[in-house]
């Protein structure tokens, strides 16, 4: 099969390359990777056992399963957040924990549907989890226009929560997920931070978590929630994919389209 692998730091160490397909481990699915979300800097996370794949996000469908395991089949439309501590999903075939893969929106594509796990989970648990945000409450939502923040005000409305600007008085929870600035100048009673860790302020690393991903995909088939997608480039154009996710101005997710 083709992946992207990533043989030493930076984009000029990224090349696609002809590898076996991964043989399944005990609880795994085979997955036929038809888009695979990028992030801005993931390219830095697996620096300590490179060659690695890059991706943690992908929409697919299930191509075989190993014996014993009864989450998912074989046909099966899927989607995800897999683990940051093993390869990746930018390659035309992923070995990933079948506990892990949820049923894709149905009424949106693979590349739309690539584009939610990573940022929507964060939003959840950033907003839920570790927020605890009710009904009623009020919510500062740093970068509420980027990619997990864009999410945030969609759930956070659909919550019921009153969205509030900063200056616009002390907020019951705010949301961080820009850093920097704007984390030193908000005010909340509970401070969460998906961006840098601050004084004050919960920061969390988000988590895979395919409960919370079929809450997601319910929410997407709804219409509540919208993912937004910059751009989409094929896997052999991996290197021009990574370039866009360090450029500014960018409005949504980055997407491997790997095989639609």
Do not use: C
């Amino acid at each position: 099969m083709r992946a992207v692998r990533l043989h030493q730091p930076a984009i000029d160490g990224l090349s696609v390359d002809e590898i076996d397909v991964p043989s399944l481990a005990p609880g795994e699915a085979l997955v036929r990777v038809h888009a695979a979300a990028l992030t801005r800097d993931e390219l830095d996370w697996p620096l300590d056992r490179l060659p690695a794949i890059p991706s943690y996000e992908l929409a697919g469908v299930v191509e075989a399963v190993a014996p014993g395991v009864a989450d998912v089949a074989p046909g099966a439309a899927v989607f995800a957040l897999t683990p940051f501590d093993r390869d990746g999903n930018a390659a035309e075939y992923s070995a990933v924990p079948a506990g892990l893969l949820a049923s894709k929106p149905k009424n949106v594509s693979h590349v739309e549907s690539a584009a939610v796990p990573l940022a929507a989970l964060s939003a959840w648990q950033g907003l839920f989890d570790h927020g605890r945000l009710e009904a009623g409450e009020r919510v500062l939502i740093t970068g509420a226009a980027g990619g997990v923040g864009h999410f945030a005000v969609q759930l956070a409305r659909h919550r019921g929560a009153e969205i509030v600007a900063p200056g616009e008085g002390r907020a019951d929870l705010v949301f961080d997920t820009a850093g920097g600035e704007l984390l030193s100048a908000a005010q909340g009673e509970r401070v969460v931070s998906v961006a840098e860790e601050a004084d004050g302020a919960t920061y969390f690393v988000v988590a895979p978590n395919r409960a919370q991903l079929i809450e997601l995909a319910a929410l997407v088939d709804g219409g509540v929630l919208k993912p937004m997608i910059d751009s989409t480039f094929p896997l052999a154009e991996a290197r021009a994919a990574f370039e866009r996710t360090m450029q500014r101005g960018k409005h949504g997710k980055v997407v491997l389209s790997v095989t639609d």
